[in-house]
């Protein structure tokens, strides 16, 4: 019990602060690391929050059902806007992956590299 309502307590937080302080952050997400917060200097927490928070882990699929009915019922506008939306998606997806690959290139040094060329196979 104690475990759902810090879940709950949590999340009303986020809301309020990002509501309140104007914050670009989601209330949700703001929650979400109150939360973590909470259970990081709160150990003895953790296990009452699992046991709340596990079922709906589990049943996870349930949630997106909104997401899912929202897309039906905007439907025409998407599919007025699918040339624009595909390249958006895309876009970004070729951007985050190529940003990603060169910066862990470069964290990790571009020269420690092992390729494997035919000429080096015995």
Not at 29 to 51: D, M, R
Not at 87 to 92: L, M, P, R, S, W
Request: net charge positive.
């Amino acid at each position: 019990m104690i475990g759902g309502v810090m879940i709950l307590l949590s999340y009303y937080c986020g809301m309020f602060l990002s509501h309140q302080l104007s914050l670009p952050i989601p209330g949700p997400l703001l929650g979400l690391v109150i939360l973590l917060a909470v259970l990081f200097f709160v150990p003895n927490l953790e296990k009452s929050t699992t046991l709340v928070a596990l079922p709906f882990l589990k049943h996870m699929s349930v949630l997106f059902v909104p997401a899912v009915l929202g897309v039906s019922l905007y439907w025409n506008d998407i599919a007025s806007n699918s040339v624009a939306l595909f390249v958006a998606i895309v876009g970004t997806t070729a951007l985050c992956l190529g940003l990603t690959g060169w910066f862990a290139g470069k964290l990790m040094g571009e020269g420690n590299v092992i390729r494997s060329d035919s000429k080096n196979r015995r």
